[in-house]
Structures are given as C-alpha cells and as structure tokens.
C-alpha cells in the first residue's frame, strides 16, 4: 500500500494526504498571496513521486520552476527547520510543458467535432437560440461525414448551412441567417484572441498526461496559461474539455491504492462564472462521476463561494489558507468556510480563518474510512522543487529534451469540411455547363416547330425535357453523397477521431 503524503504539519502532529483517498477530489483556497501556489505545487511532487501523472495551468508563470531543483531560498530553509523535515532534499520533478500557441511548450489542440456544440456554445458565448443552430450544423456534418477540424471548417459549414437552409428545413429545423452570422462574428472574436491554433491536428492524445519517467515518478504536465488566461472563457471551456474527455475516455477502476491521474483547476470561478445550467449539470456529473476513473479533481480558488454547493460537498481533501474579511461578501466566505469543517474544539475555525500567515493553512483530510478529520491549524511542507519561474533557456531544454518533442510541433491539414464544400463549389458551374451542351432534346425528341439555331436565342424547354433534367441532378447528387460518406466512414471509421 502507498505510504500517506506528508502535506503539512501541526506542531509535532503530520497531517497525511492518504492516496487511495486522493481521487476524492480536493480544494485549496485562499486570498491572493496566502501560498495556494506553493500547496499546489507540494501536492503535486508528492503525488509524482508516488508515480501519479499531474495535470495543471500555470496561470501566472510560477510552476515552470518545478522542472529544477530548489535551494537558496531562505524562507523554504527556515520552513524545512521550523517543521523538523528530515528527510527534506532538493529535488528536480519530471515536467511537460504544454501551450495552445506552442511557444511555452508542446502545442495543445483540438478539433472541432472533438470540443462538440455545448462547450463551443459556451467558448462563443452564444445564446440559446445560436447554440441550437450550431448544433444544427455539427448534424449536418456529422450526416454527410464531413470532419470539422478547425475554424475554417466550421466556418465553411456554417455558411453552407445559411445558403441550403431551404433544403435543410424539412429534416433539421429552421436555420436563421441572422444566427448563423452572429455565430461567424464570434468565430472572428475567438480568433482574435488566438484561438484558431487550439482547433486542428495532430490532436492532443491524453494518453500523453498519463506518463511516468524512467524512475516510476508520475509525469507533472504544466499547461502555460499566462496568455490564455487573457481569454478566460478559452481557458475555461479548454480545461473542462480536457476533464470531460478523461471522465468519457478512462474505464471504470473502482477503489485504487492511488489515482490514475490528478487534475488540478487553477482560478476555478472562471468555470463557473455565467454557466448555464445544463453546462452546470454536466461539471456536477463529470465530478461526481470521475472519481470512479480513478481521477481526482482539485480546484484552486480565492473563495471557496466561488464553487458551488453540488460540487463544493464532492470536495473531502481540504487545504483553506488565510481569507479576508472587510466585505459582507468575505464575512459570509469566512462562515461558509467554517461551516465546512469538522469541528476541533481547540480550533476557532471563523477566527483563525483570518489570522493565518503566508503557508499557513486550516487543513482536513479525509481518513481511512472517507470521513474528514477534524481540522487543524499548520503549516504546510515546502516543494523540493525551484519556488518560481524557469528562465527561457531552462524551458526550452526542458522542452527539447521531451519524448514528445517533435510529434506536436508539425500540424497537419488534411481534408475535411472547408475542402470537401469548396471542391463542391468549384464543379458546381462545370456541372451546369455539361447540362446545357447535352442534346436532351436528340435524346427524348425535340417539340414540333422547335428552334434550335443560335439566332433564335435557346428555346423554352418541354415538360419532358424539364423533368428529365431535374431527374439526372437528383441522382447525381444523392449519389455523390452516398460515395463521400463511404469513403470517410471507411477511412475514419465513424465520426470522431479516435
């Protein structure tokens, strides 16, 4: 059985992170400048250390240092004196990067079908109606096997929808320009903020964050979300795709000794800021759910009522540092977060809440049995890892020296929606033409009297001649649809990549 994580300590008393319980999900809270950073990165060497791959966002650039060694900080050797840490070293952890805008590390990206209509809803911004006729058109595509890969694709679609939506009424419902061109201009804002490099190939393979290094350590893969974090409904959308996709993706694991994977949110309100309900519903399901993936999620907030309740009660490992209270918002934050600890009755929980110092925290574990432990007042173990950012030189070693190195660097562009409905485009008149140099009228008997000569102009044609025509462009098209979705279905094989 894996040994208990040693978190934090209250005087001689160690508070253990047990890791079968670990997949129980965690949040660490605390104002700005409290030391949620400097927890977060703990629990993340000791869950590596156990061989537990971690994920998390580096919001504001401070994780990258995680990859060196510690030392020469006087505070982290005063804390190692202060807590009787023995067997405390400096020690390197094993480190991904990752970045959407492939700078910071391994590019990230996704494709469109893959995000799916709800979460791209949330990420534009749409309102009810304009989410209902965006997924219109993902069923379109997904009907006629076209792929949607990236921006271009799903801008094509779009357009497309608008200018067959006569065609489309009967089977899919109404199809509003008004809509759709409200839809294209938030693709346009979404691109501006540089988010066309998410969408595309290669695709990130999350098997990729399960990784271990040659030691058994778990991988820790840092996401560098400075400049994504500029785009907070990108930054959102993108990480609770990434939770979906592992809650969807993993099998059932039942009870482990330790996690399969940790997933720590950083700046957790931004999932839940203006959510609308069903997106709601979905976060409470993947959370609750997850667990038995052998998951476990940690948010990291300021305030703890930036959670809500249904998915705040799934949260059983508690690290809370130090909260303000000069609003009535912050007063009422202090008894929420009072109220959701087992009570120690040496420990003034709503007092002490606002007197702790920098890397001091109220912290409850849950036990071996699923039950919190009465809180207690610590202080919390300091990383062995460097505290703060790695100059550019050191990421990019640590960059180049991935396994990974070089497989996401080159993206591909193979075809898909954009070049399936331009190739349409482009046969259409070659199409028409052939119709008007082919002799119906030799084929089925030209009507008596008819003009034929080019002084005359082109005659009207006759009602057998009209129905012969339309005849041969329904055939050719349907016929043309049923090729195409054979071909990809037989290359794909079905309509997501897999």
């Not at 805008?101 to 911004?125: A, C, D, Q, W, Y």
């Not at 997850?290 to 990291?300: A, D, E, L, Q, T």
Request: charged letters at 20%; hydrophobic letters at 40%; glycine letters at 10%.
């Amino acid at each position: 059985m894996t040994q208990p994580l040693l978190i934090a300590k209250s005087g001689e008393t160690e508070l253990n992170l047990l890791a079968r319980m670990a997949n129980r999900h965690g949040l660490i809270a605390g104002a700005t400048g409290t030391g949620k950073t400097v927890t977060l990165q703990t629990l993340a060497e000791h869950f590596s250390r156990i061989g537990v791959p971690v994920f998390m966002a580096d919001v504001k650039g401070d994780l990258s240092g995680m990859g060196l060694a510690g030392g020469g900080n006087a505070k982290v050797e005063a804390r190692v004196a202060q807590l009787n840490l023995q067997e405390f070293s400096y020690t390197a952890s094993p480190v991904t990067f990752w970045d959407v805008f492939g700078t910071k590390g391994h590019p990230v990206r996704t494709t469109i079908t893959e995000l799916g209509p709800l979460l791209l809803s949330r990420m534009l911004n749409l309102n009810d109606v304009q989410a209902g006729v965006l997924t219109v058109v993902f069923k379109i595509a997904d009907d006629q096997g076209m792929l949607l890969l990236d921006l271009k694709d799903l801008r094509a679609m779009l357009q497309h929808a608008s200018e067959h939506a006569a065609d489309y009424i009967g089977t899919y419902g109404t199809i509003s320009a008004a809509s759709v061109g409200a839809v294209q201009r938030s693709l346009l804002q979404l691109e501006h903020e540089g988010a066309e490099k998410l969408f595309g190939e290669p695709a990130l393979n999350l098997d990729d964050f399960r990784q271990t290094d040659s030691q058994g350590r778990g991988m820790i893969n840092i996401l560098a979300a400075d400049t994504l974090y500029n785009s907070p409904r990108v930054y959102a959308t993108l990480l609770l795709w990434l939770l979906s996709e592992l809650f969807e993706r993993l099998p059932e694991a039942g009870d482990l000794d330790k996690p399969k994977l940790v997933f720590f949110f950083d700046e957790a309100h931004l999932l839940f800021n203006d959510a609308p309900n069903a997106l709601l519903d979905k976060i409470e399901q993947v959370v609750r759910l997850i667990r038995s993936k052998g998951v476990g999620v940690y948010f990291v907030s300021q305030n703890p009522l930036d959670i809500p309740d249904v998915v705040l009660g799934q949260l059983g490992n508690r690290v809370q540092h130090a909260l303000r209270a000069f609003t009535p918002r912050d007063q009422k934050a202090v008894r929420a977060a009072a109220e959701t600890f087992r009570a120690n009755p040496g420990v003034d929980v709503a007092t002490v809440i606002t007197e702790l110092g920098v890397g001091e925290a109220l912290v409850s574990f849950l036990d071996d049995h699923g039950r919190p432990t009465p809180v207690e007042r610590a202080f919390v173990c300091p990383p062995q890892s460097r505290i703060g950012p790695a100059t550019d030189a050191e990421r990019n070693q640590l960059i180049s020296s991935s396994v990974l190195f070089g497989h996401y660097e080159k993206s591909l562009d193979r075809e898909s929606a954009y070049e399936i409905l331009k190739r349409r485009a482009e046969q259409a008149p070659e199409q028409a033409d052939g119709e008007q140099g082919f002799d119906w009228g030799g084929l089925f008997g030209a009507g008596r009297g008819q003009e034929t000569s080019k002084q005359t102009g082109r005659p009207r044609d006759t009602m057998l001649e009209t129905v012969a025509k339309s005849a041969a462009r329904t055939i050719g098209s349907e016929l043309g649809r049923q090729v195409l979705r054979g071909v990809l279905g037989s290359i794909l094989g079905g309509k997501r990549r897999r």
